[in-house]
């Protein structure tokens, strides 16, 4: 399902050319709106972005999912053992059979895979899920210009219905929750599709005995969070998110100790839980206030200065699933709480993690590109905090190096663009032949995964054995999330290109209902129309800016030009036509042909020699006697491989 990077540039040059035909026409180029580059289609990069987290989804729904190429999975998690289940007390387990009608059998079914691996840890759900509601709070245009909300509220729902599911609460109280299924040994050894996994999957539970504040923490933020965005189109389904999101705060304030038992080296908590506690009391306080911060908030983690919190116990480190403090400050000057205070703190961050900048690209880390866009966030949050444009200027060159302009040419966002990775570690897409060390090829396209990625010398590898490089992750695409959102709403793009996308992907249904939950996320219609302004009657699909390809060609020939700028020319006098075409006369036909007839048909004076007799003799490939834009339009046609070169020059019938 590769594009053709011809076509790619071609559309490009042609709806540049489109445009500049419409505003002239209109007397507005002066006010053409400020758009992506012509290899970056930020509309198009988020609304495919949130079909990866279809692609992670576990449990018995996810056959009803909206790709076609998944299937249920780990379905027997709707029947784990509490006899082996890990960390719960006797009366908590004993609380959790009752509730079950004496069954020891749990339901911990449902929910994301954390990776290209299949544990669930609610921390990083917890994380990702709380930056994606994130971003939709800050940056809602960007998903309803692209008709992306319905397909957020549904990861959302999904989600938070698991996270309501495995906890259990006595009254408003929480008596146990499960907070990881499956251990690290026992998923990394099974180099196999979810849909085929059969080992054992050991259930890891925290209550007041075994406690871990920081799954606590962030999943209160998460349903907190959750709570805000459905709070208009499911009002009840919103208040139960809040519900639960208020017992996991205090059973994390009352229990702040960081859980240790199956986490593994690779997702250990960190020493203490302060950073997951404030940043769920900032968003159970927004929650219960319409999403605004009341004049009288106090925060219990507020900066005491000297470029730390209480006590110094902030941590200048990156804002990631167990490093909360960067984005807690970024909240916060969003809401409006000591704005200059927390400014510099982003500043401070985002300086000790390397800063960023609009000319070289910062890898740093392992999977570098989730950090690196958790940079981005800190860089449009100062940037719209201090209307300075260099932020955001920087977050943009960094978006466009991750987006496919950078040595390598491959784009890391999968699905994306032209060309991007093969050789995913993922094992529902790539499921192979049971061992990564083979490479092999993905079996199926991992849409909107954002990847490891180069790291900060530009070496990346596409081995699926890379997982440095290779691996997506949930905390990689809610980063991504906060990255992109500012960018459609300040830069545009053209989500038709993504619509395109996804008609014509095989592993996507492009007919999907997203509306779970029965209410009315607003708007109703998801719009198809770009960010900003369109261009009047556009050669093919509409588009405001040069657009990477579709996926496939169109299947229909442009037959409606663009608006004439000026009368078409007509001269009997005209010579035979050397090569049907060929505008500028240098024996072929290309882009420049297009450019050379449509920059000659904006000319207020039909009779400046811009294009030679021969050429307009050439151009005339509707062979009608006159050249206007209907001739542009058939070698539009042309160029995209949607007719022959032998319909040149051949009259219509």
């Known amino acids: 399902m590769k594009r053709k990077s011809f076509f790619r540039k071609f559309l490009a040059c042609a709806a ?16 053409v709106p400020i758009t992506a580059a012509a290899d970056s289609n930020y509309a198009e990069a988020l609304k495919l972005s949130l079909y990866f987290y279809d692609a992670n989804q576990c449990g018995s729904e996810v056959e009803d999912n909206p790709l076609t190429w998944r299937s249920n999975c780990h379905t027997y998690d709707g029947e784990a053992d509490l006899n082996s289940a890990v960390g719960l007390s006797s009366s908590s387990k004993s609380f959790i059979m009752n509730a079950n009608g004496g069954s020891s059998k749990v339901d911990v079914s449902g929910g994301y895979h954390d990776a290209g691996d299949h544990i669930k840890f609610t921390k990083t759900m917890g994380f990702s899920m709380t930056s994606l509601a994130w971003s939709y709070y800050s940056y809602p245009e960007a998903y309803e210009s692209t008709g992306s909300k319905e397909h957020l509220m549904y990861i959302l729902k999904n989600n938070a219905d698991y996270f309501m599911k495995v906890t259990y609460l006595d009254g408003n109280d929480v008596v146990a929750y499960c907070y990881q299924v499956a251990g690290e040994g026992e998923d990394h050894s099974n180099w196999a599709p979810p849909e085929d996994q059969t080992m054992n999957r050991t259930t890891y539970w925290a209550d007041s005995s075994h406690p871990d504040g920081c799954s606590a923490g962030l999943m209160s933020s998460c349903l907190s969070a959750t709570s805000i965005i459905f709070k208009d189109a499911a009002p009840d389904y919103a208040a139960e998110c809040l519900k639960y999101a208020k017992a996991l705060e205090v059973f994390a304030n009352k229990y702040p100790q960081p859980g240790t038992d199956g986490y593994g080296n690779m997702y250990q908590n960190s020493n203490d839980s302060n950073d997951e506690r ?41 804002y990631t699933w167990d490093k909360l403090w960067s984005g807690y400050a970024a909240l916060l000057t969003e809401c409006g ?58 977050a943009k060159y960094q978006m466009d190096y991750l987006l496919g302009n950078n040595p390598t ?48 010398s530009g070496n990346y590898q596409d081995h699926e054995n890379s997982y440095q490089f290779t691996e997506p992750a949930l905390d990689y695409n809610g980063c991504f999330a906060l990255a992109i959102a500012p960018l459609v709403e300040k830069y545009g793009g053209d989500v038709s290109v993504a619509d395109r996308v996804i008609k014509n992907a095989s592993e996507i249904d492009e007919n999907f209902n997203f509306n779970i939950w029965g209410g009315n996320p607003e708007p109703t219609e998801p719009t198809t129309e770009p960010a900003t302004e369109p261009v009047t009657e556009p050669i093919t699909e509409p588009v405001t800016e040069p657009v990477t ?15 004439e700028p000026t009368e078409p020319v007509t001269d009997p006098n005209l010579p035979e036509a050397s090569r049907y075409g060929d505008v500028d006369c240098d024996g072929g036909i290309s882009v420049n042909d297009i450019v050379a007839l449509n ?32 001739d542009s339009a058939k070698l539009v046609n042309y160029l995209a491989e949607m007719i022959p070169e032998s319909e040149l020059g051949k009259a219509n019938n």
């Not at 784009?411 to 570690?425: A, E, L, Q, R, S």
């Not at 390809?549 to 608006?563: I, R």
């Not at 307009?616 to 834009?629: F, M, P, Q, S, T």
Request: hydrophobic residues 30%; contains cysteine.
């Open 599 to 630: 920059m000659y048909l904006l000319d207020t004076n039909a009779n400046t020699p811009n294009v030679s007799q021969q050429g307009l003799a050439n151009a005339d490939v509707e062979k009608d006697g006159r050249i206007d834009l209907s």
């Open 409 to 456: 040419g491959y784009n890391f966002i999968v699905g994306y663009g032209d060309k991007w990775p093969t050789h995913i570690h993922h094992r529902a897409a790539n499921p192979g032949v049971g061992d990564p060390e083979k490479n092999t090829e993905a079996k199926y396209t991992l849409f909107g995964a954002l990847i490891g990625g180069p790291d900060s």
């Open 337 to 394: 709480y000591d704005t200059n205070t927390y400014i510099e703190e982003m500043k401070f961050e985002m300086n000790n993690q390397g800063g960023l900048s609009s000319s070289s690209y910062n890898g740093n880390g392992w999977g570098a590109s989730r950090y690196n866009c958790a940079l981005q966030m800190l860089a449009t949050h100062i940037g719209k905090a201090t209307n300075d444009n260099s932020y955001y200027e920087a």
């Open 278 to 318: 404030a940043f769920a009391e900032l968003w159970r306080v927004l929650a219960e206030n319409n999403g605004k911060l009341p004049a009288s908030y106090n925060p219990t983690y507020k900066r005491t200065g000297n470029g730390c919190y209480n006590n110094s116990i902030y941590d200048y480190d990156k």
């Open 549 to 563: 390809e579709p996926v496939t060609d169109p299947t229909e020939p442009v037959t409606d030009p663009p608006t």
């Open 16 to 31: 540049g050319t489109a445009t500049m035909i419409s505003c002239i026409a209109a007397g507005t180029v002066a006010n």
